[in-house]
């Protein structure tokens, strides 16, 4: 059975960091390029970055791009989600999901067929 295993959720002011983690089990975690949305209340669920299966590449959305770093530990079956500077607009529930695209740069919902059951992230002015 796959699981994504978001944790590092968490308050905190604006301008400070946080670090999101997401350990896979039940893939051959390598074989799946990942990626993270998130989802405000009354809101639809919106990309943030995506990383290929090796980690050579990735992909940011504007809203994000400049304060966040995505990677990964194939190793360890985790990724990660470095968010500096952060925003009360930036207050969601972030998801890791998985995408057999690999090689992709997939920022697309429907692109991933594995997802965790979310992290909150609150952000306070």
């Known amino acids: 059975q796959v699981q994504l295993a978001e944790s590092g959720g968490g308050l905190v002011q604006a301008g400070e960091s946080l670090r999101l983690s997401c350990v896979a089990s039940?893939?051959?975690?390598?074989?799946?390029?990942m990626g993270w949305f998130r989802q405000a209340p009354g809101k639809e669920r919106e990309f943030v970055a995506t990383?290929?299966?090796?980690?050579?590449?990735?992909l940011y959305a504007d809203s994000v791009k400049g304060r966040v770093s995505m990677s990964r530990e194939n190793s360890k079956n985790t990724m990660y989600l470095q968010m500096n500077s952060l925003k009360p607009e930036d207050t969601a529930v972030y998801y890791c999901?998985?995408?057999?695209?690999?090689?992709?740069?997939?920022?697309?919902?429907?692109?991933?067929?594995?997802w965790g059951q979310g992290t909150q992230v609150t952000v306070s002015s």
């Open positions: 999901a998985a995408s057999f695209f690999r090689r992709s740069l997939n920022a697309r919902p429907n692109d991933y067929t594995y």
């Open positions: 039940g893939l051959t975690f390598s074989n799946y390029a």
């Open positions: 990383i290929t299966w090796s980690g050579d590449s990735a």
